[in-house]
């Protein structure tokens, strides 16, 4: 069976560290679009970064350019998302998702949570003041 696990959420002061990882099984994910989103209590699920099949090329919603960064392996399958400088407003379940019907060439769907057939479970992350 096709899943996604996110791992390494946790409870983090402000200012602090964590990295999240996304491992996948059942089929090999080298050729998706890996994207990272999160949902906060109340609130709409919003996109987070996305990174093309290759690596090279990535995406980040406004909010957390120049504090998160996202990489994958695909040699284990796996897509990270490394978040520094930690605020409250980062408090969220964050979910991995991978897509195989979009790209980053001559569109924007990448974005869309509608084009992400694969997700995970989600892992909770909680930024204390």
């Known amino acids: 069976q096709v899943q996604l696990v996110e791992s390494g959420g946790g409870s983090v002061q402000a200012g602090g560290s964590l990295r999240l990882s996304c491992a996948a099984s059942?089929?090999?994910?080298?050729?998706?679009?890996r994207g990272w989103f999160r949902q906060a209590p109340g609130k709409e699920r919003e996109v987070v970064a996305a990174?093309?099949?290759?690596?090279?090329?990535?995406y980040y919603t406004d909010s957390v350019k120049g504090r998160f960064t996202i990489s994958r392996e695909n040699a284990k399958n796996t897509v990270y998302l490394q978040m520094t400088s930690l605020q409250p407003a980062d408090t969220a379940v964050y979910y991995c998702?991978?897509?195989?019907?979009?790209?980053?060439?001559?569109?924007?769907?990448?974005?869309?949570?509608?084009?992400?057939?694969?997700w995970g479970q989600g892992t909770q992350v909680t930024v204390s003041s």
């Open positions: 998702a991978a897509s195989s019907s979009t790209s980053f060439s001559g569109s924007y769907r990448y974005r869309l949570e509608v084009v992400y057939e694969y």
């Open positions: 990174i093309n099949r290759s690596g090279g090329t990535t």
């Open positions: 059942g089929r090999t994910f080298s050729s998706y679009v």
